[in-house]
């Protein structure tokens, strides 16, 4: 029986002017987000609420043991 080691990736995040960060529907916080997000490698779906502007949805990719940065404006 052959248990794989999961790989791990990071996501590095700047929004303007700040939004509500949703990771494959989980809520990881509020930006300023000062820490990267440790992330299993792969795709996942991003989501970027703000109430006084409509939601941003993206997909991201995150690679093994690389950060992902990556800057969104509302």
């Known amino acids: 029986n052959i248990e794989l080691e999961k790989a791990y990736g990071y996501f590095k995040i700047v929004v303007r ?31 970027l609420e703000n ?6 949805e993206d997909e991201i990719f995150i690679s093994e043991e690389e950060v992902l940065r990556k800057f969104y404006s509302f």
């Open 17 to 47: 002017p700040w939004a509500e960060v949703l990771i494959d529907g989980q809520n990881v916080g509020t930006t300023p987000i000062n820490d990267s997000i440790k992330l299993l490698t792969g795709p996942h779906s991003l989501k």
């Open 51 to 56: 109430s006084k502007y409509p939601a941003i």
